[in-house]
């Protein structure tokens, strides 16, 4: 902490002897030794309430950064997300206007029954698959019955 040396540490030890006493000298020693312990004691609290300080900046600084980058990374991902997003609109309405050149007749129709034309019916149901047996139908005779 300080500089001293052997000879100003006697020379400090004389005038002490003479200015307090042979009889108080030890208490004395005794009380300066507490003060210079708690006075070392708080040197080292403040050094490290000042490192704790420097850390936390640190810590501050590092955890702007990561957000700054955080930030970054998910401006870009919503701008890759909006350019899929817009590439998937344009290949729905390719695909659209693909399946209406395919199509073809579908508008035509459409067209016709928004002019006020009733357009053709078209049956695409087969006939009823269903076979019959040749049996009477059985409400018949309950009728029978009755009579």
Do not use: C, N, W
Not at 24 to 49: C, I
């Amino acid at each position: 902490m300080f500089d001293f040396g052997f000879s100003e540490l006697v020379v400090i030890g004389v005038v002490m002897l003479i200015v307090v006493g042979p009889e108080r000298l030890p208490k004395v020693a005794r009380t300066v030794g507490h003060l210079l312990g708690r006075l070392q004691r708080y040197v080292s609290d403040v050094k490290s309430d000042i490192q704790r300080e420097m850390q936390l900046e640190e810590l501050k600084k590092l955890q702007e950064q990561v957000k700054q980058q955080a930030h970054t990374i998910e401006s870009s991902v919503r701008e890759q997300a909006a350019s899929v997003e817009a590439e998937l609109g344009r290949a729905d309405e390719e695909l659209r206007a693909l399946e209406i050149a395919a199509t073809g007749a579908a508008p035509v129709a459409d067209a016709a029954t928004a002019a006020g034309q009733e357009a053709a019916p078209v049956e695409d149901a087969p006939a009823s698959t269903q076979l019959e047996l040749g049996l009477a139908s059985p409400g018949k005779p309950a009728e029978a019955d009755k009579a």
